[in-house]
């Protein structure tokens, strides 16, 4: 892998992963209200100039067996949706990817649209054909890579 670059100061602190917290819970809500109207695009980063398209993914904890929403960037790709475990670039996968892992068979709700969906990462060949349109997506993701030694997963959810 290439050598990591720099994360922006700040991004490590402990109250970080709180306000993250914090603020997708309300993104949920708002979310959920107004069906993806409020909610809908991220523009926050890359997505400032180029907003992004959001969804909400259910998840079940994998040892408290309690359910989770998280909000998440997403690109259609055919019939499938694909999100990333980028976590911004930290050092682990997000809680939710082995959430997910555990219990792939899932609901996602884009817009006002529920759809159930069967999560798998994907494999070498099938990241590298889609990473260059995720990067394309959100910018984002390729600083993120740059910032971690772990390879970021991409997620494919399949109608089932």
Do not use: C
Request: charged fraction near 25%; aromatic fraction near 8%.
């Amino acid at each position: 892998m290439a050598e990591l670059k720099k994360k922006p100061e700040g991004l490590d602190s402990p109250i970080v992963p709180n306000v993250m917290k914090y603020a997708g819970k309300a993104h949920v809500r708002v979310y959920r209200l107004t069906k993806g109207r409020i909610g809908g695009k991220w523009r926050i980063g890359a997505g400032w100039k180029k907003p992004v398209p959001t969804l909400l993914l259910d998840h079940v904890g994998r040892k408290s067996g309690k359910a989770f929403t998280t909000p998440l960037l997403y690109l259609v790709d055919g019939p499938d949706v694909v999100i990333v475990a980028s976590q911004g670039g930290l050092p682990k996968n997000p809680q939710w990817y082995a959430n997910l892992m555990a219990t792939p068979d899932t609901r996602v709700q884009i817009k006002g649209e529920v759809r159930a969906v069967h999560a798998r990462t994907a494999n070498a060949e099938e990241r590298a054909a889609v990473w260059p349109k995720l990067v394309d997506l959100y910018a984002d993701f390729e600083n993120y890579q740059s910032w971690t030694e772990r390879e970021i997963p991409v997620v494919i959810l399949s109608p089932r």
